[in-house]
Nanobody, 125 residues
């Protein structure tokens, strides 16, 4: 089991950058693939990015590819999402999540067993 706490959200302008962090508790953080998801007002939660257990494989949604970078530090039990060139459509609550699956990290929500409480990102025009 792992507990996840996100931080780093805030209000930014179009084109700005923001870095989200997710702190994982417990000694088993490195045994989980990790993902970032987001939910905009009135919309379903959607996949953003995922990374495998050792950090060697990443997957991105087309909407953020080239702008967002997911990374992890297993020595520190942390997951990060570097977001550049932010757009108003990036406004959402961002969640980190942990998956026990091995192999290529999944973009599917049901594959993730543990979720953080979310952090709000607002991109103002």
């Amino acid at each position: 089991q792992v507990q996840l706490v996100e931080s780093g959200g805030g209000l930014v302008q179009i084109g700005d950058s923001l870095r989200l962090s997710c702190a994982g508790s417990g000694r088993t953080f490195s045994s989980y693939a990790m993902g970032w998801f987001r939910q905009a007002p009135g919309k379903e939660r959607e996949f953003v990015a995922a990374i495998n257990r050792l950090g060697g494989t990443t997957v991105y949604a087309d909407s953020v590819k080239g702008r967002f970078t997911i990374s992890r530090d297993n020595t520190d039990n942390t997951l990060a999402l570097q977001m550049n060139a932010l757009k108003p459509e990036d406004t959402a609550v961002y969640y980190c999540a942990a998956s026990s699956l091995v192999g290529t990290p999944s973009p599917r929500e049901p594959m993730y067993s543990y979720w953080g409480q979310g952090t709000q990102v607002t991109v103002s025009s």
